[in-house]
């Protein structure tokens, strides 16, 4: 028998840049505070949950899942996974639980992520290996690709693409403002207000997201210089700062349902993983939206609602027009550029994201895809109950 897989909720810190309001935070406190949040908020025991699994991207290395579940005070019982597809890695945790519940082997998963960019090691390689340049010298972007495909840094890739597409600075500043300006109308609203912890930070109690900037202008980023390559398109303003931040959601079976007399929000219908050229990877969510249309036997224009990961404005451009639909069904709540992407905890972020705006436009399905370094793209199919 296959289960239906329910989507009951989630939650997420507040976000903040590296060095910002979470630097005193560990990534594995962030997540614990999540994880106690959610088995209090469903009133399910802790020794309910078959499983925690959670990505990150740039932490210490080692299991970090099972240490934020020990760090939570959980029973030793309770097995933990971390999972690192980069920037795909919240989204890839969700994915496997969703696997696992279909498939019968749990009943209550929570799934998601943390990231602290702000205490990330510095990293070097061996003096064995040929890319070892001095024992002064660390490196900041792991090997995603081998060098003879291409392994371009991250803003390199974004250029790539912005001239591959033709797509303009000033439509990357345009969608910039856009997300910025969203975001706060959000926040002003307080539409996200039930799915942010609120946290003591040096004193004081925070619980809105730190880079959300209501008064940035196309004025004010047309001065701002290429941020990647001599005359590039990509600036500071049209993409992503690093950040920090946890997110999890509580995936269950019918019979946790049952049992523990949860409402879904949402049922996971599917889910999908698609590749995509190494070198323009901010292109991966669109093989992998597709990919999900296609084992849904649900067209695009059916969707109501899409979040994609808008670690660079140029992304949310690129994809809409590969896939051919309007920007006003993508970040209706407004976008990681405003938000931040704390990497290994994106995924789940939009994912909670995705849920309110379902409920904002009153509307049926909606899609969340994110695309990671390497030419990797995760989608996730909800029908809002």
Same mark, same amino acid.
């Given at each position: 028998?296959?289960?239906?897989?329910?989507?009951?909720?989630?939650?997420?810190?507040?976000?903040?840049?590296?060095?910002?309001?979470?630097?005193?935070?560990?990534?594995?406190?962030?997540?614990?505070?999540?994880?106690?949040?959610?088995?209090?908020?469903?009133?399910?025991?802790?020794?309910?949950?078959?499983?925690?699994?959670?990505?990150?991207?740039? %932490?210490?290395?080692?299991?970090?899942?099972?240490? $934020?579940?020990?760090?939570?005070?959980?029973?030793?019982?309770?097995?933990? #996974? #971390?999972?690192?597809?980069?920037?795909? &890695?919240?989204? &890839?945790?969700?994915?496997?639980?969703? &696997?696992?519940?279909?498939?019968?082997?749990?009943?209550?998963?929570?799934?998601?992520?943390?990231?602290?960019?702000?205490?990330?090691?510095?990293?070097?390689?061996?003096?064995?290996?040929? *890319?070892?340049? %001095?024992?002064?010298?660390?490196?900041?972007?792991?090997?995603? @690709?081998?060098?003879?495909?291409?392994?371009?840094?991250?803003?390199?890739?974004?250029?790539?693409?912005?001239?591959?597409?033709?797509?303009?600075?000033?439509?990357?500043?345009?969608?910039?403002?856009? $997300?910025?300006?969203?975001?706060?109308?959000?926040?002003?609203?307080?539409?996200? $207000?039930?799915?942010?912890?609120?946290?003591?930070?040096?004193?004081?109690?925070?619980?809105?997201?730190?880079?959300?900037?209501?008064?940035?202008?196309?004025?004010?980023? &047309?001065?701002?210089?290429?941020?990647?390559?001599?005359?590039?398109?990509? #600036?500071?303003?049209?993409?992503?700062?690093?950040?920090?931040?946890?997110?999890?959601?509580?995936?269950?079976?019918?019979?946790?349902?049952?049992?523990?007399?949860?409402?879904?929000?949402?049922?996971? *219908?599917? #889910?999908? $993983?698609?590749?995509?050229?190494?070198?323009?990877?901010?292109?991966?969510?669109?093989?992998?939206?597709?990919?999900?249309?296609?084992?849904?036997?649900?067209?695009?224009?059916?969707?109501?609602?899409?979040?994609?990961?808008?670690?660079?404005?140029?992304?949310?451009?690129?994809?809409?027009?590969?896939?051919?639909?309007?920007?006003?069904?993508?970040?209706?709540?407004?976008?990681?550029?405003?938000?931040?992407?704390?990497?290994?905890? @994106?995924?789940?972020?939009?994912?909670?994201?995705?849920?309110?705006?379902?409920?904002?436009?009153?509307?049926?399905?909606?899609?969340?895809?994110?695309?990671?370094?390497?030419?990797?793209?995760?989608?996730?199919?909800?029908?809002?109950?």
């Amino acid at each position: 028998m296959i289960n239906t897989v329910y989507l009951i909720g989630g939650a997420r810190t507040p976000i903040g840049k590296t060095g910002g309001i979470l630097r005193d935070y560990l990534p594995e406190r962030l997540a614990a505070i999540v994880l106690n949040r959610l088995i209090h908020q469903y009133r399910i025991p802790n020794t309910a949950v078959d499983q925690v699994i959670l990505g990150n991207a740039v %932490g210490p290395g080692g299991n970090i899942a099972r240490v $934020s579940v020990l760090e939570a005070g959980w029973s030793y019982d309770i097995p933990a #996974t #971390t999972v690192d597809s980069q920037c795909g &890695s919240g989204l &890839s945790a969700v994915q496997l639980a969703v &696997s696992q519940i279909r498939a019968g082997e749990a009943d209550i998963i929570l799934a998601g992520g943390t990231e602290s960019t702000s205490m990330a090691p510095r990293r070097q390689f061996s003096p064995l290996d040929p *890319r070892f340049q %001095g024992e002064t010298v660390f490196y900041e972007q792991a090997p995603f @690709s081998p060098d003879a495909i291409g392994n371009p840094p991250v803003g390199e890739a974004a250029e790539n693409l912005a001239r591959h597409l033709n797509i303009s600075r000033e439509a990357m500043d345009l969608q910039a403002v856009h $997300s910025h300006q969203t975001a706060a109308q959000t926040a002003a609203q307080g539409l996200l $207000s039930d799915i942010i912890i609120p946290l003591a930070c040096r004193g004081k109690t925070i619980q809105t997201d730190e880079c959300i900037r209501k008064h940035l202008s196309r004025k004010l980023l &047309s001065r701002m210089k290429p941020a990647f390559v001599p005359d590039g398109a990509i #600036t500071a303003g049209n993409t992503c700062l690093k950040h920090d931040g946890a997110a999890a959601l509580l995936i269950a079976s019918p019979a946790a349902v049952k049992k523990f007399h949860l409402t879904p929000q949402a049922v996971i *219908r599917a #889910t999908a $993983s698609r590749g995509c050229d190494p070198n323009l990877f901010p292109l991966a969510p669109v093989g992998a939206i597709q990919k999900l249309s296609e084992k849904s036997a649900l067209p695009l224009h059916r969707i109501d609602a899409i979040e994609i990961n808008e670690a660079f404005a140029v992304k949310i451009l690129a994809c809409c027009q590969k896939l051919g639909i309007g920007l006003e069904k993508v970040n209706r709540l407004g976008g990681a550029l405003a938000y931040g992407h704390p990497y290994g905890a @994106s995924g789940a972020i939009i994912l909670l994201h995705l849920l309110k705006s379902l409920e904002q436009c009153k509307g049926r399905y909606g899609v969340a895809a994110i695309g990671a370094v390497g030419g990797m793209g995760t989608a996730i199919l909800l029908e809002r109950c």
